[in-house]
């Protein structure tokens, strides 16, 4: 299984908006609505931040926000602010009953 | 709440076998409502999924490692473990085991990741 594409990086400054993409294939993304995304800040353990493509875990804010179009997800993040700057990484679940990550995005928030 | 906990050793020789264990606490590991993963990520790289146990006792692994690759678990400790065969100096990462949420099949809960070097 290939690993989802995502953009290396993006970047926003603060009260902006930033989308970051992650491309499947119709085994994962476009099979399921088992996407989720996960925030990494450097140093730490993976959190997670959306489940089955639009939920928020209790204690994500709601400027987290996530959809999908056929094969690809989107995690949209709004109101960018300094704390928001981590990788994030998407996940599916997949037609053989595996799981396959993206390979990271790094946010910068400028 | 569920709380994850990784040990074993932080160095491996290379070709031999990296053992690790995952403590769950808060909560039974035999429960049908979450199920249990191995993830690792390799020094200033991605996360790659290692593969998954269900509280039935079925395993799923990536494609990748899968010839290298068993999970298990011992209820009597509340734990589940992973063993990888035959490692290399590629192998060398941060080791992290995950709670799946049986519902909506995500990573809920991690634990604080340990580091394993292969190195002889």
């Known amino acids: 299984q290939s690993a989802l594409t995502q953009p290396p990086s993006v970047s926003g400054s603060p009260g902006q908006s930033v989308t970051i993409s992650c491309t499947g294939t119709s085994s994962d993304v476009g099979s399921y609505n088992r996407v989720s995304w996960y925030q990494q800040p450097p140093g730490t353990a993976p959190k997670l931040m959306i489940y089955e493509v639009s939920n928020r875990p209790s204690g994500v804010p709601d400027r987290f926000s996530g959809s999908k179009s056929g094969n690809t997800a989107s995690l949209t993040i709004s109101g960018l602010q300094a704390e928001d700057e981590a990788d994030y990484y998407c996940?599916?679940?997949?037609?053989?009953?595996?799981?396959?990550f993206g390979g990271g995005t790094k946010l910068t928030v400028l | 709440q569920l709380q994850l906990q990784e040990s074993g050793p932080g160095l491996v020789k290379p070709s031999e076998t990296l053992s690790l264990t995952c403590t769950v606490s808060g909560g039974s590991i035999s429960s049908s409502s979450y199920y249990w993963g191995w993830i690792r990520q390799p020094p200033g790289k991605g996360l790659e999924w290692i593969g998954s146990?269900?509280?039935?006792?079925?395993?799923y692994y990536n494609p990748s490692l899968k010839s290298r690759v068993t999970i298990s678990v011992d209820t009597s400790k509340n734990q589940f473990s992973l063993k990888l065969s035959s490692v290399t100096a590629a192998d060398t990462a941060v080791y992290y085991c995950a709670s799946v949420d049986g519902d909506y099949v995500a990573f809920d809960i991690w634990g604080q990741g340990t580091m394993v070097t292969v190195s002889s």
């Open positions: 996940s599916s679940y997949t037609s053989s009953s595996t799981f396959v």
């Open positions: 146990i269900y509280y039935s006792g079925s395993t």
